[in-house]
């Protein structure tokens, strides 16, 4: 075992050089992690793994899987325990020998060294291993977590209660996990203290000041459970900002669209507002408990003194001295520690149980299907599917054979992706009958609303399976995204997520469909994935798609697959003579009229714009950031008070009262020190005033620095709020969801956690140093000398140590993110995940990245512990000079005061240096927070000057470039009030573009005319704009509330209103049969009802420009009726844009855009468009 830390010092003299040579570390130069750290991989069986109670929960994480590691970090807190009472008594022999002036001094000046030094070595051995077993155990919960997220099946999940967790509640373990061991060291010290006191005081009064301590122990129970209540609420209300916020940055380019920014914001704020009340309550009864815990030594010798003088006992100051540097010990080994305890069991209690809350909740799907070995694929007998015991599907007889392309249409909410969910075991239960398929039956499936991981293009496409070039690049000519690909500027490694604004939908679709087609299934799910593709790009698609699966694919694995495909394009119906109509829960065979099999088009180029944000461009951007970018200390201590000035008065009183409090300290120890018989009355009174105004001195103090911490985090948290709301949408192009949504988890809980607790150290050891600095040299002049060497050499420590500390504490925060976006993408994409069986590839990225974590975490620990280390003994060489000097210099009285505060001194010193580091490292959260304030907004020019549009809109030789090609390309297009107009073309021909810049997403680069009703946009601020159009865009979002605030998104209108515009969109009935109604929460809706709920808030908001971006692609002709006939006559005055593939849709409008290349290639009537399509 490494007990003098020289393998440490090795793997960081490693770090150290790669660090001076790159000035940045990353994970993969840092030296590998220690075996008995890693996650192995080996799965947890998360079927037999229960955790019903705490007890459970402590029993696996303690007793049975790290049980070595926590009886290794009790040995060596016992031992730590052990010499640091003997030392005490050293210390009082040390005295003594002093004041008799016995040759022995100098033996027990060497040994209090000696015994010291290996006090010491314990107490880091202790915390470097109460490290690793914090890192490892709660790394190892949050991967069994993740194992048990896997193995279920898709269903709502409480993401923010899952995200809270997995960022908030596991960091908090970090600290709680080290600070528990801690009470292992009170009953050693209890026992120690009672026998030298007993000793020291020749009698059960020494024990007093032992009894008087323990007094507190009651108090420390009752406070700890009071605040963990508050805690407890404090954390629901966080676990509902956090699911609200992380709402609201996914689909940031919705709500921007829809102008709710204020309205979520609001809620936010609301939540954010209950959270800091509860918080505030908790630390204010934490604050009581801190306040008498950091002066116990005072009040308890007090106290002590006290009764000694009423029972006549002749107070001695030697002992007296002794008695409260022994108090000091016990202050932090038996008051301290145990307050720590105390407050990390109840913590670690609650988040244990928070833990098996959300791990029952998270339920394995227990149906088994059957197994045959037949030649069908699938088999239904009598299968009945629905929720509960309402039936979506009734007793459905259905086969799926090898070679089989199936087409299934219907009405919306007819139940077809239900069916589909049934074809893959999710979604709907079975209610009846059976399904058997056959044995290791592949599958893949492709949703309607297609998922994208944040990787590359390629990564998501191949899916975890081995990279096979042949067939990769035949998938990606199968759905025609070669050219897409090739004009890309990093080809298939440029990285994409499912946020990604510049990615068109019907790349996402074919990118999506390209994965299908590659994991070489037996059976192929498609849930209409032509919606979002234009017409001769569908057909294009599934004539390649029949020959690849019955020639290409079956040539790969000597098996033909099976396709079963949902729509309601005519186009791909036209191309099969018989299809299954799904209706009234039952199958009916039907024979197509229109069968058409589209021959003549069997070369078609497809020509996307990829839009992806420059490198160059993030580059001066950054370096934009840097020159606006506050320091963090003067914005953080700034922003205290809502007035910089009263922020300033409010820091120097805190500043000021620590000061008070160590003069008080240090005039209770001189009073102490000089104490005579002769004026012990007025000597007590004395100490009993100096303890009360110390008490009411911390307390107030304490409260002013947790309001002026709570205050700042306040104003930060509104600050990122309005940036993000403000933002524009370009930078959440460029950046992960999970990036950005950390900055509202983690940092901001670090700023509410724990910078307020570091920063009542730095106060209180700071003014410490310097008034005991100035104290020891008046005590004893010559220690003058002594205090600048250890300044010295301490803030030459220091100095070595910071960017070192510094830079692993980055990393640290770097690492975690990894964790974060694996869980947000494993909770959106589970089902993808389950139907192509690639848990075990998601694990092992999940554990890699554990790993990386857990690595750079114990790198952060380990550079924090040297540094320790460093002070510690450097402190003990001072303390060694210090106690010769004494014995050369012995000239006062006061040298037993002096030798007290040098101990004190040297102990807090190091302390003091540790704590300013941690602080400097904490607000680095508060540098991250503000990255977020300090992006580009947009412009609000006329922000207060409401504008009331018609719907004219005049667009002549419009620019836009997202990259280095121009998405608009000299688009010219002059739409009048009340026109129907509809744009179609190409994917990434420019259509989503236009919306982008009449919603001012994206600054164009260039117009003559960029007008609406004369209005320039550009001058137009984006509130005002947006407040002009309504979106139904073509992925609709569904709030998480209740069916009156999705449709009424600004609380404007009556229950009749919306139930009126409920009828039109024959939503009535849906509604009426919900248990409350319009306050009810939607139950089980298909992407069609999605779309009608977006057409009725179109319908409620009444503006007066309509966009509609591929609105009808996923509903059935008889709604995609009633959708134009609401357009055609309740919009009727109203200007109203339709993007679509769908022709039929726009065959009534006032005419027809063809947009190619960013600019219009033809314009005219339906009648002269579509019948040269």
């Not at 699911?243 to 919705?254: H, M, R, T, Y």
């Not at 308890?300 to 003194?305: E, G, Q, R, V, Y």
Request: charged fraction near 20%; glycine fraction near 4%; proline fraction near 2%.
């Amino acid at each position: 075992m490494d007990l003098l830390f020289l393998q440490l010092f090795n793997r960081f003299k490693q770090i150290r050089e790669t660090l001076n040579k790159d000035k940045s570390l990353k994970i993969e130069k840092l030296p590998p992690i220690q075996e008995y750290l890693k996650i192995k991989d080996q799965d947890f069986d998360v079927k037999k793994i229960e955790f019903d109670t705490f007890q459970s929960l402590v029993n696996f994480v303690f007793l049975k899987e790290f049980k070595y590691q926590t009886m290794i970090v009790f040995i060596f807190y016992i031992l730590e325990s052990i010499s640091k009472n003997a030392v005490s008594i050293i210390m009082s022999l040390l005295i003594s020998s002093i004041l008799n002036q016995s040759n022995n001094s100098i033996y027990f000046g060497a040994l209090l060294i000696l015994i010291s030094c290996f006090a010491n070595i314990c107490r880091h051995k202790a915390i470097t291993k109460s490290m690793e077993f914090s890192a490892i155990s709660r790394f190892t919960l949050l991967n069994i977590l993740y194992q048990k997220l896997l193995k279920i099946k898709t269903q709502a999940i409480d993401t923010g209660k899952l995200i809270g967790l997995a960022t908030s509640d596991i960091s908090m373990l970090e600290y709680y996990f080290m600070l528990i061991f801690q009470i292992f060291v009170m009953p050693i010290s209890f026992i120690f203290g009672s026998l030298i006191l007993y000793i020291r005081f020749d009698g059960i009064i020494g024990l007093i000041p032992l009894f008087i301590i323990m007094l507190i122990y009651p108090l420390q129970i009752f406070i700890q459970k009071r605040s963990i209540e508050y805690t407890k609420l404090y954390k629901q209300e966080q676990d509902k900002r956090i699911k609200l916020q992380s709402e609201f940055i996914d689909n940031i380019k919705v709500i921007k669209i829809y102008g709710i920014e204020s309205k979520l914001n609001q809620r936010i704020l609301e939540f954010r507002k209950r959270e800091q009340q509860y918080l505030f309550k908790s630390q204010m009864i934490q604050l009581i408990d801190r306040s008498l815990n950091f002066f116990a030594q005072i009040w308890a010798s007090m106290l002590f003194i006290v009764i000694l003088y009423l029972f006549n006992y002749e107070l001695n100051s030697a002992s007296l001295i002794a008695t409260i540097q022994q108090l000091q010990y016990f202050k932090v080994s038996c008051v301290q520690q145990v307050s720590y305890g105390i407050q990390s069991y109840l913590n670690i209690k609650m988040i244990f149980q928070r833990y098996i809350d959300i791990y029952k909740n998270l339920k394995m799907d227990i149906r088994q299907t059957q197994k045959h070995e037949s030649a069908q694929l699938i088999k239904l007998n009598d299968l009945s599917v629905g929720w509960k015991q309402e039936k979506l599907l009734k007793q459905i007889n259905f086969e799926i054979n090898p070679k089989d392309f199936i087409l299934i249409t219907g009405k919306i909410g007819s139940g077809k992706t239900s069916f589909l969910l049934a074809l893959i075991d999710d979604g709907p239960l079975y209610l009846g009958g059976f399904k058997s398929e056959r044995e290791n039956l592949t599958k893949s499936y492709v949703e309607q609303d297609p998922i994208l991981f944040e990787d590359s293009i390629q990564n998501n496409i191949t899916f975890g399976k081995v990279f096979i070039e042949e067939l990769y690049l035949k998938v990606i000519e199968v759905v025609c995204l070669k050219e897409d690909i090739e004009k890309m500027q990093q080809k298939d490694q440029t990285m994409i997520n499912d946020r990604v604004t510049t990615i068109s939908g019907g790349q996402k679709t074919r990118i999506a469909l390209a994965r299908a087609l590659y994991s070489l299934s037996d059976l192929i799910i498609l849930d209409d994935p032509f919606s979002s593709l234009d017409k001769q790009v569908q057909i294009q698609i599934y004539q390649n798609l029949r020959e690849f699966l019955f020639n290409y694919h079956f040539i790969q694995t000597n098996k033909y697959p099976a396709v079963v495909l949902t729509t309601h394009s005519q186009t791909i119906i036209n191309q099969f003579r018989m299809f299954y109509l799904l209706e009234d829960g039952s199958f009916s065979q039907q024979f197509n009229e229109n069968f058409n099999d589209v021959e003549e088009i069997n070369q078609l180029k497809i020509e996307f714009v990829e839009q992806k944000q420059s490198i160059k461009k993030d580059q001066e951007s950054q370096k934009q950031v840097e020159k606006i970018k506050q320091n963090k200390f003067i914005y953080y201590f700034s922003n205290w008070t809502k007035n910089k000035l009263f922020s300033l008065i409010l820091v120097v009183i805190v500043i000021f009262m620590n000061f008070l409090s160590e003069a008080l300290y240090n005039y209770y120890y001189q009073g102490i020190s000089v104490i005579k018989p002769d004026n012990y009355d007025n000597q007590i009174k004395q100490i009993i005033m100096i303890c009360i105004l110390a008490f009411i001195n911390n307390y107030v103090k304490y409260i002013l620095n947790s309001f002026g911490c709570l205050s700042a985090n306040s104003h930060i948290h509104i600050n990122m709020i309005q940036s993000v709301s403000q933002g524009k949408i370009s930078y959440f192009d460029s950046k992960a969801g999970s990036s950005v949504l950390t900055k509202f988890t983690t940092d901001l809980n670090l700023a509410d956690n724990m910078i307020p607790v570091t920063l009542f150290d730095f106060w209180e050891l700071g003014s410490y140093f310097l008034i005991s600095l100035i104290s020891l040299v008046i005590l004893q002049t010559h220690f003058i000398y002594i205090m600048i060497l250890t300044i010295i050499l301490n803030w030459q420590v220091l100095g070595s140590y910071r960017n070192l500390i510094l830079k692993s504490q980055e990393l640290d925060q770097q690492t975690k993110g990894p964790l974060l976006d694996l869980f947000k993408k494993t909770i959106t994409g589970l089902r993808t995940i389950n139907v192509f069986e690639q848990q075990k590839y998601f694990l092992q990225q999940f554990r890699n990245a554990t790993n990386n974590a857990i690595l750079s975490n114990t790198t952060y620990y380990y550079a924090q512990r040297l540094f320790g280390i460093s002070i510690d003994f450097l402190g003990l060489f001072v303390q060694q000079c210090g106690i010769i000097m004494i014995f050369l210099f012995n000239q006062n009285e006061t040298f037993t005061q002096a030798l007290l505060l040098l101990m004190i001194f040297n102990e807090n010193q190091q302390w003091f240096l540790r704590q300013s580091l941690s602080f400097i490292n904490q607000m680095n959260c508060v540098d991250r927070m503000q990255d977020l304030i300090i992006i580009d907004q947009e412009k609000n020019q006329l922000k207060n000057q409401p504008v009331q549009l018609q719907g004219n809109i005049n667009f002549t030789n419009i620019y836009l470039k997202y990259n280095f090609d121009y998405a608009l390309n000299g688009l010219n297009l002059n739409i009048r009030q009340g026109e129907k107009v509809g744009i179609i073309g190409r994917t990434g021909a420019g259509k989503s573009s236009i919306i982008s810049i009449l919603f001012k997403l994206y600054d164009i680069e260039k117009a003559d005319k960029f007008d609406i009703d004369g209005f320039d946009i550009r001058d137009l601020s984006p509130l005002v704009l947006r407040s002009n159009i309504s979106i139904i865009p073509q992925q609709p979002i569904i709030f998480d509330d209740t069916v009156r605030q999705n449709i009424d998104l600004f609380n404007q209108h009556s229950e009749e209103e919306i139930m009126n515009v409920l009828k039109d969109v024959k939503l009535f009935d849906y509604v009426q049969g919900l248990p409350n109604g319009l306050n009810s929460h939607f139950q089980g809706l298909s992407q069609g009802n999605k779309q009608l709920i977006s057409l009725s808030r179109v319908l409620l908001q009444n503006r007066p420009i309509i966009i509609m971006d591929e609105a009808t692609s996923n509903l059935d002709q008889e709604t995609d009726l009633l959708v134009e006939e609401i357009l055609l006559k309740k919009l009727k005055n109203k200007t109203v844009i339709t993007i679509v593939h769908k022709t039929q849709t726009i065959k009534n409008y006032d005419k027809i855009v063809i947009l190619n290349n960013g600019r219009v290639d033809k314009i005219g009537t339906p009648l002269e468009i579509l019948d040269h399509l």
